[in-house]
Every structure is written in C-alpha cells, then in structure tokens.
C-alpha cells in the first residue's frame, strides 16, 4: 500500500519555463511534507517543506503547494534551469514513538532542456 | 557533500550471506536512518536510531538488524540475503530525533548473485 504517490515517472520542460511535480498521498496522520532532489551517484538532498497547517511555502525558485482536502502537494519551479534536471522526491513525515518517519514517492525525473 | 559518509559504496554477494553496511553521521548529528530504494522503487523507511537507541522502525525484515554504537557511527547487518535484497542503502543523519530535514549519504550499492 503506496501512503506517497508520484504518478509522473517523467517531465520534460524548457529552460525558462515552469516545472510542476505532483505528489498524492493518503494517510491524514502526515504533519510534514518535504521535496527531495536527487542526482546520480549522491544521496536524496533536502530541497523545501510544508507543514500539514500550510498552504504554501516559497523558497527562491522553489514552491511547494499542499492541497489537504484533496491529499495533494505540488512543487514549482521557477523558471526552470538545466542544472535543476534530477530525480525529484515527495516525502512526509510521521512522527512515531519519539521518532521521525519519512514516507517517500517513487520519484520523478525532471528533465530541463535547452 | 553532505557530511554523512557510507562504506562500502558497492557490494557484491552471494545468496544466504551476510554483509554489514556502515554508516557515519555528520558531526553532532544524533539520529540515524536507514533506508533500502529497490529499482523502480522510492525509498523504504527501514530504522531509526538516536543516541544509541532505537526509535522508530519501518519495514525492516526480521534478517535484517541495525545498530548505532556510542561514536554514533551506525551498521545495518543484513542476513541470509536473497535475490530481492539487492537494492540501494542510505543512511541519513539528523540533529535531533524529530528533525525534519535529514542529510543523507551517498549509499552502498548491494548486489546479491
């Protein structure tokens, strides 16, 4: 049972333009949702978060948009750069018996092109 | 370079042995996790540990145990592999046992002939 969806494995999108992942979930006990971006050969590295009581969250280029009623966060990316092209990541957050779990989608793979 | 480091970077076993995967946390961070990305796969929450102590743990096999010794390095000791036990490990590390934001390695590559 998938708790974190990310049904697009790809997206290709011009430089410039705007990038936008979409992550589902299904469990109402999430507090935290977070974006990873990960390139090839390095582990997952932190990009922005949401807490659960949120809507949005902007960082730079990056914002993260969460739809609680419809259990469904995005991250945009504006304007979209070659050096952005990575495995994209949608995690969230449990806390659970004085620790932390994060559950992870499958990822997406952005691809920016020139 | 996130800080966290991971040996060995690859791995390449046969079936129904043992191996152990190390993991070093960045300077000062506490907790560690232990996750397994299978191909095609996200990232699977195997354990958590903090100061020494188990703290949460996801979907860990029973052939499968961890540890974080008191210089908080952690090993994920992995039993009686199978085929489907071939997989990328990441370890990550956090300051606190509730942060959000956790730092991860590089990973160990494990193969199983």
């Known amino acids: 049972d998938q708790q974190v969806k990310q049904n697009s494995p790809s997206l290709s999108v011009q430089e410039g333009r705007i990038s936008i992942l979409n992550c589902d979930y299904t469990?109402?006990?999430?507090?935290?949702f977070l974006w990873y971006k990960k390139y090839p050969a390095e582990g997952p590295t932190f990009l922005i978060s949401?807490?659960?009581?949120?809507d949005k969250n902007e960082d730079g280029r990056f914002t993260v948009f969460l739809n609680k009623s419809a259990k469904h966060l995005s991250l945009h990316i504006v304007p979209s750069q070659p050096g952005d092209s990575a495995v994209y990541f949608c995690?969230?957050?449990?806390?659970?018996?004085?620790?932390?779990?994060?559950?992870f989608g499958t990822g997406t793979q952005l691809k920016v092109e020139l | 370079d996130s800080g966290v480091t991971q040996t060995p970077k690859h791995l390449i076993t046969a079936t129904g042995q043992r191996v152990t995967l190390r993991c070093s946390p960045r300077?000062?961070?506490?907790?560690v996790y232990w996750y397994q990305q299978s191909l095609d796969q996200g990232l699977q929450f195997l354990i958590q540990?903090?100061?020494?102590?188990?703290?949460a743990k996801g979907n860990i096999l029973e052939r499968f145990s961890a540890q974080q010794f008191p210089d908080l390095h952690s090993e994920l000791n992995l039993s009686s592999l199978e085929l489907g036990d071939s997989a990328l490990y990441f370890c990550?590390?956090?300051?606190?046992?509730?942060?959000?934001?956790?730092?991860f390695g590089p990973g160990t590559r494990l193969t199983v002939l």
């Open positions: 990550a590390s956090s300051a606190a046992s509730g942060s959000l934001t956790q730092y």
């Open positions: 469990n109402s006990m999430f507090d935290y």
């Open positions: 949401i807490s659960s009581i949120k």
């Open positions: 995690a969230a957050s449990e806390m659970t018996g004085g620790g932390n779990k994060l559950t």
């Open positions: 300077s000062g961070d506490l907790s």
């Open positions: 540990y903090y100061n020494g102590e188990e703290r």
